[in-house]
């Protein structure tokens, strides 16, 4: 941050000088002009982003600054310094947006918590325009990559790079780096993001954020930390210290986060992950795939599906190639697919489509192969919300058995991070952690209406062992079981 003083007498500019230590508010720069003339060239060559300006000077006074400042839209957090206790002054600096009027002498305490104050509304205010512009180049891909280097000289970014990962996990991520957090900026499904016309229905927002660090070292800690372990998806672009490869690195945390395509996890860019050709042997399968769909034989059509994205996964074939794949493969079976299936579900099947992982896309392509085969009714035909929501209902008839997410996906043809991902989207709940409620509840319920040993409870509402079930219960309820069978 740049502070420009601006007072014809010198011993004012020597008290700044005296007092503020190298650093000290987060002020990198100070700058001196001894009258309004002076100011304004010092403001249009360095843009300060705050100053304090002298309301009596030889020139151009304080006002007239201002009103020169405001005709040429320059923008700096202001604060007026007069030794004259006027209210015309304060009234006509209020008119131009002034920040504070202090009086001289200067008192040292009330400007150093004045200065804090500013410091931190000039880097809000930057950081909204550093976020704009990334908006803006998300969206419009027109920002100039200069554009950047101002903003990050004024945050003091000497070090930087991106992350991006879905939405709805970036609260938990958050915690753990807010520090080191610059900005944010949402943006929907970037593994579609080139392809044909699919992104236009993408429903799942991404989150992409700028990380400020000092050196290669300290971002390979962060991308290495074992928290994010604990993240399904998340990308990382490579570290950079121009602001001008801003774009770039932004670019680079979408493709690091797309190699999470095959198999979830935490990826550092890598601009030879993914194969882009094709093989003969996707072709045959494809073929095998429409043979089979042709004479109706449903268990074919999911072994040649399985076969066909375990030859993708093993080939690290490009995401967007395996959604061209699959988008003119179901042209191929029936040209008016997505007229029908806008018909029967809106635009459901077109958003739910657009997947981002791999497991989503194989068991969607599998759905809508089979709806079209079937000739289902439109109130039979099924997207991922449809799934999840029957799934929903089997635990709440089936809480006893294994509801683990592989077996919930083996059953129901949906892939085990999409049940997870759509089960808390639609319900507000975590899918485990339904689980455990239902089972709680239901064990609850055999307490006091039945009488049940402890073990024959524990078996019936899906827990193994007993005293499992009852550390478990004692969380939950904050009693032990048979505590909780005692009360009237």
């Keep these: 941050m740049k502070l420009l003083i601006v007072d014809d007498q010198n011993s004012v500019h020597m008290f700044f000088d005296k007092m503020?230590?190298?650093?000290?508010?987060?002020?990198?720069?100070?700058?001196?002009?001894?009258?309004?003339?002076?100011?304004?060239?010092?403001?249009?060559?360095?843009?300060?982003?705050?100053?304090?300006l002298d309301v009596k000077m030889p020139v151009m006074?304080?006002?007239?600054?201002?009103?020169?400042?405001?005709?040429?839209?320059?923008?700096?957090?202001?604060?007026?310094?007069?030794?004259?206790?006027?209210?015309?002054?304060?009234r006509q600096?209020?008119?131009?947006?002034?920040?504070?009027?202090?009086?001289?002498?200067?008192?040292?305490?009330?400007?150093?918590?004045?200065?804090?104050?500013?410091?931190q509304h000039a880097k809000e205010d930057t950081v909204r325009q550093l976020q704009n512009m990334l908006e803006e180049s998300i969206e419009k891909q027109e920002t100039p990559a200069d554009n950047f280097t101002l903003p990050f000289q004024k945050l003091g970014i000497a070090g930087f790079g991106f992350l991006c990962m879905r939405s709805e996990d970036w609260e938990w991520l958050s915690g753990h780096i807010k520090e080191s957090i610059v900005c944010t900026v949402s943006m929907k499904s970037p593994a579609g993001a080139s392809m044909t016309n699919f992104s236009q229905y993408a429903a799942d927002t991404f989150t992409l954020a700028l990380i400020s660090v000092e050196n290669q070292e300290s971002w390979k800690?962060?991308?290495?930390?074992?928290?994010?372990?604990?993240?399904?998806?998340?990308?990382?672009?490579?570290?950079?210290?121009?602001?001008?490869?801003?774009?770039?690195?932004?670019?680079?945390?979408?493709?690091?986060?797309?190699?999470?395509?095959?198999?979830?996890?935490?990826?550092?860019?890598?601009?030879?992950?993914?194969?882009?050709?094709?093989?003969?042997?996707?072709?045959?399968?494809?073929?095998?795939?429409?043979?089979?769909?042709?004479q109706r034989d449903v268990q074919e059509v999911k072994l040649s599906i399985e076969r066909l994205f375990n030859l993708f996964k093993r080939n690290k074939t490009d995401p967007e190639y395996v959604q061209e794949f699959c988008y003119s493969f179901l042209l191929q079976l029936n040209k008016d697919f997505i007229t029908t299936f806008r018909q029967?579900?809106?635009?459901?099947?077109?958003?739910?489509?657009?997947?981002?992982?791999?497991?989503?896309?194989?068991?969607?392509?599998?759905?809508?192969?089979?709806?079209?085969?079937?000739?289902?009714?439109?109130?039979?035909?099924?997207?991922?919300?449809?799934?999840v929501c029957r799934i929903k209902k089997y635990?709440?008839?089936?809480?006893?058995?294994?509801?683990?997410?592989?077996?919930?996906?083996?059953?129901?043809?949906?892939?085990?991070?999409?049940?997870?991902?759509?089960?808390?989207?639609?319900?507000g709940i975590n899918y485990s952690d339904y689980i455990l409620k239902i089972r709680m509840e239901n064990a609850a319920l055999l307490l006091k209406t039945t009488s049940y040993k402890l073990y024959e409870v524990a078996r019936r509402t899906g827990f193994e062992e007993t005293s499992y079930f009852s550390n478990v219960f004692k969380k939950y309820y904050?009693?032990?079981?048979?505590?909780?069978?005692?009360?009237e």
């Design 20 to 52: 503020l230590a190298p650093g000290a508010f987060g002020i990198s720069h100070v700058l001196h002009a001894y009258h309004g003339a002076q100011a304004l060239k010092i403001i249009e060559e360095e843009q300060p982003d705050i100053m304090m």
């Design 61 to 90: 006074d304080g006002m007239e600054t201002l009103q020169h400042m405001k005709e040429k839209g320059f923008l700096v957090h202001t604060v007026i310094l007069s030794a004259y206790n006027e209210f015309e002054y304060a």
């Design 221 to 294: 800690a962060l991308c290495h930390m074992p928290f994010l372990s604990e993240a399904t998806f998340i990308g990382f672009s490579l570290f950079h210290e121009s602001a001008a490869e801003t774009i770039s690195a932004m670019k680079q945390a979408i493709e690091a986060l797309k190699q999470g395509f095959y198999e979830p996890g935490v990826y550092i860019y890598d601009k030879d992950f993914f194969s882009l050709s094709a093989t003969p042997l996707e072709l045959e399968l494809a073929e095998q795939i429409r043979n089979a769909y042709m």
């Design 478 to 487: 904050g009693i032990t079981p048979n505590e909780y069978r005692k009360e």
């Design 395 to 427: 635990i709440e008839l089936h809480y006893e058995q294994d509801l683990s997410l592989d077996t919930m996906s083996k059953h129901f043809f949906i892939g085990k991070y999409q049940i997870s991902r759509v089960f808390k989207k639609t319900y």
């Design 93 to 119: 600096a209020l008119l131009y947006d002034v920040k504070d009027y202090l009086l001289k002498p200067i008192d040292w305490q009330e400007v150093s918590e004045l200065l804090t104050s500013l410091v």
């Design 344 to 387: 029967l579900k809106g635009n459901a099947f077109l958003s739910e489509f657009n997947c981002y992982d791999a497991a989503s896309l194989k068991n969607m392509l599998l759905r809508i192969i089979i709806n079209m085969q079937c000739d289902f009714k439109p109130s039979e035909t099924s997207t991922d919300t449809d799934v």
